[in-house]
């Protein structure tokens, strides 16, 4: 059956032995030009007790103009277009013309053949061999790298995957904004790139788990944070050396640093959790200890409806936000401050809370107290997410 098919093609088409070997890819084992050496043999034998004469390979094969001969050139072309890259894993994509793949559609329709696989698949996969032997990479199913080949022109692309660092920072200084704000010479997400940047050779994008206003402090345990770098020369990182040299900034520490995937990365930026701060509250009309002590008592558990507070309408969509006040403490220290210690769900404004917000929180310390209280200085102690 097959070796009558494959008389029939060959006697229409002038075909090379990956081609032929190709129409019958998914009968039995082995390379597909190992497959068409095979079936032309026997098809070679049957011909000559019919006195026929032999089908040997064309010169130039009718379908794909003996691209596998360049095989060998494309491997070249691929490892200079990744010179001075680092990479462990690797995979092969083609760009085949349009007549090509016409052609080749237009042979299994003229006889009947369901057995046949794409040239590109084998293509992909004899080139990929080929350059792993070379080369001694390995192909990967999320690979650091994919090359992208046109087989006739030889041009190639080189994809080069990012990598996903997770962290958690302490923002040790007030006055520092997370990302890049103009009359601010440094942000968090500078001091961090600018150590990973010169690592990696790559381009790093900061991502926060949620941020902290500018003169807010980021301590404890630290906020969790992605880097992205994208087309890193190198990948494998000494993150020691990287947490080492942000560090030595002064006004950011991290922490923690480790490789993640792409789906943990997104994970890590779209939990919520709970946050532990320590608030500076001012009260200008005086506050005793029993009434902090009592701010601190009926906050506990408390549920607060928040509209999103007035200094941010114009970022963050309008609307009420209901939130617990899981735990509180209060430390009185003079006639017109106390210490607020306070877990809260995540996303609950701090500042809001206390002052009220003109009546968009509510309740709130100034509510609870029954005189305006101002929250001079916020700290973020911890963010408990383990
Ligand atoms: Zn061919």
């Known amino acids: 059956m097959i070796v009558e098919k494959a008389g029939e093609v060959l006697e229409r088409h002038g075909l090379c032995d990956h081609c032929l070997g190709r129409l019958f890819a998914r009968l039995g084992k082995g390379t597909n030009e190992e497959r068409g050496r095979a079936i032309r043999f026997v098809l ?25 001969e360049r095989i060998p050139e494309l491997v070249e072309r691929m490892k200079e277009s990744s010179e001075g890259i680092e990479f462990e894993t690797f995979l092969v994509g083609s760009r ?18 369901d057995t046949a696989e794409p040239i590109n698949r084998e293509f992909n996969r004899e080139l990929g061999k080929a350059f792993g032997m070379a080369t001694g990479k390995d192909t990967a199913k999320n690979p650091d790298v994919v090359f992208i080949v046109e087989p006739y022109s030889g041009e190639i692309e080189l994809q080069i995957n990012p990598l996903y660092v997770y962290g958690r920072y302490r923002k040790l200084a007030r006055g520092i ?16 790139c600018r150590a990973f940047s010169r690592a990696s050779g790559g381009k790093c994008i900061f991502k926060g788990a949620g941020r902290e206003d500018v003169d807010v402090r ?17 990948r494998k990182l000494d993150l020691d050396a990287i947490a080492e040299a942000i560090n030595a900034s002064g006004k950011v520490e991290v922490l923690n640093l480790r490789f993640v995937s792409p789906k943990e990365a997104e994970e890590v930026l779209t939990k919520n959790h709970r946050k532990e701060y320590l608030a500076l509250v001012l009260v200008e009309d005086g506050v005793t ?18 509209r999103t507070p007035w200094r941010v309408r114009k970022v963050r969509a309008d609307r009420v936000r209901v939130k617990r006040v899981h735990e509180a403490e209060a430390r009185w220290l003079d006639e017109k401050h106390f210490e607020l210690r306070l877990i809260t769900d995540g996303g609950l404004y701090i500042k809001e809370l206390v002052s009220g917000d003109k009546g968009r929180t509510q309740p709130s310390v100034t509510s609870l107290l029954g005189k305006p209280a101002w929250c001079e200085r916020l700290d973020v102690l911890n963010i408990l997410d383990d």
Request: net charge negative.
């Open 96 to 113: 085949f013309p349009e007549e090509v793949r016409e052609k080749e559609g237009a042979i299994w329709r003229e006889f009947g053949i």
């Open 218 to 234: 980021m301590l404890g345990n630290g906020r969790p944070f992605i880097v992205e770098i994208k087309r890193p020369k190198k």
């Open 44 to 68: 070679n034998m049957k011909r000559s007790t019919e006195g026929l004469p032999p089908i040997g390979e064309p010169e130039k094969c009718e379908l794909c103009g003996n691209v596998f």
């Open 177 to 192: 904004p997370q990302t890049p704000l103009p009359d601010f010479e440094d942000s968090v997400a500078s001091i961090i």
């Open 289 to 306: 200890p029993e009434e902090a002590e009592e701010v601190a008592e009926k906050l506990r558990g408390l549920e607060i409806r928040q």
